[in-house]
């Protein structure tokens, strides 16, 4: 008896050593923050295609805003080493992001949907590498996964509650002839309330660990990243120029049902299985992590990466063979939120493994730079190839580059765990 309680104790305070103040925040933060967002993301296709915006436009977008998040990570992640802290910029990101979705409820062209995405994406640039340094300044380094899965796992949560409140919102006030738009304006107009809540819930509640100010220059830094760090950093681009935004999954799923179900039934199935994809990518998101923890990180990356290739791979088939059946899209928007769990939780724990604290906000902004680099050709090809040649290009140049990116970090040598 006495065995077992000491034992009970023990996991009791080996999940306090991980599972404290800061590491919970930011997993409330990231869900709400994602509701807004997931709310907005998940009607997005459908409002486009009513205001008559085609796909390549949509890839365009996704990938202007991406690239902008990027290089704003960078510029971010160096400030904050430089600086000495991170939380009060990191509130401005969040307050950025929670605003810029209601911009899509006055939009009636491209233009204004462009700039909204490019607002939020900004926002999410500066607040990114802060919070993931906070969060990795927060736990010790054997539960490093376990809080980068949890964080993860809110974010996902909020891309689970964010369609469902979209998909409800659209089924009580649906769209009609007289004012095809209405219903997804107003669901734009509601992202501020959880977009905003986080913002305050991070800036009230988080508790940030400052630092001395680095004298280190910009290029400096860049240059005392570590060269291991700089070798995974290749595999990421690598993958992420094949690694396109998950909106062009609904609008492939919308323009498949279309025939069999009409618009707007297509379009409510194809948040349905996003939301699908959110509740497999919050699912999957801890115990990605926590297993890295036991595991190690690069081989459980590597399959994530080719499980992206055979998302991509499914796309591809689906529209080669005119697979319109609903079972099927659901493996491929389950397998398309495992691999994306994988990925962003395993990336950010290995980016904290590779480089010392004082260089993790640049070191967090490098990684969402290269990481948007590949994004901004990714999202923006398969947009491009789907409308000039076919989807099946699009989705054949994606799956190749994402194996060639699980290719070419399978190869890294083997002190990269």
């Known amino acids: 008896m006495q065995g077992s309680e000491l034992g009970n104790q023990c996991d009791v305070q080996a999940r306090a050593s991980w599972l404290n103040r800061n590491v919970f925040v930011i997993g409330l933060t990231s869900l709400l923050s994602d509701t807004g967002h997931e709310m907005a993301t998940a009607v ?8 008559g915006v085609p796909a390549a436009a949509l890839g365009v977008i996704e990938g202007i805003a991406d690239a902008t998040s990027s290089f704003v990570k960078l510029w971010a992640g160096w400030i904050s080493d430089r600086l000495g802290h991170r939380k009060a910029i990191a509130v401005g990101g969040y307050v950025l992001t929670g605003l810029s979705k209601s911009l899509f409820a006055f939009a009636y062209g491209w233009p204004l949907i462009l700039v909204g995405r490019v607002v939020g994406w ?32 809110g974010d996902t949560l909020g891309a689970v509650l964010g369609p469902l409140l979209a998909f409800g919102v659209l089924t009580l006030w649906p769209p009609t002839t007289a004012n095809p738009s209405g219903s997804y304006r107003t669901i734009f107009l509601l992202t501020l ?88 990518y919050a699912s999957a998101s801890y115990p990605a992590g926590a297993l890295s923890d036991r595991w190690g990180r690069k081989g459980l990356l590597v399959a994530g990466y080719v499980l992206g290739a055979i998302t991509a791979l499914g796309c591809l088939a689906a529209f080669a063979w005119s697979v319109a059946a609903v079972p099927f899209l659901l493996a491929v928007f ?79 040598r083997s002190s990269v765990k």
């Open 122 to 153: 900004f926002g999410r640039g500066i607040r990114a590498p802060l919070r993931n340094a906070i969060l990795a300044d927060s736990v010790p380094d054997h539960a490093r996964g376990k809080a980068f899965g949890f964080e993860r796992a």
């Open 334 to 412: 389950a397998a398309g939120g495992i691999y994306v769990a994988v990925e962003e939780a395993l990336e950010a724990a290995m980016t904290a493994d590779l480089v010392p604290p004082e260089l993790r906000g640049t070191a967090f902004g490098a990684l969402g730079t290269v990481n948007g680099i590949g994004d901004l050709f990714a999202s923006a090809v398969v947009g491009v190839l789907w409308t000039a040649v076919s989807p099946v290009a699009g989705f054949a140049y994606a799956a190749a580059l994402m194996l060639g990116g699980g290719a070419a970090l399978a190869r890294l």
């Open 193 to 280: 309330i959880p977009g905003l809540s986080a913002a305050l819930a991070f800036g009230t509640l988080v508790r940030e660990r400052r630092r001395a100010p680095s004298p280190t220059k910009f290029t400096a830094a860049l240059r005392n990243l570590p060269q291991p760090f700089r070798r995974f950093l290749l595999a990421v681009g690598v993958f992420g120029m094949g690694d396109f935004a998950h909106t062009l999954l609904i609008l492939a799923a919308t323009e498949l049902l279309t025939p069999s179900y009409g618009t707007a039934r297509a379009a409510q199935i194809a948040i349905l299985l996003y939301v699908v994809h959110n509740v497999f």
């Open 44 to 51: 997005l296709p459908a409002f486009l295609a009513v205001l």
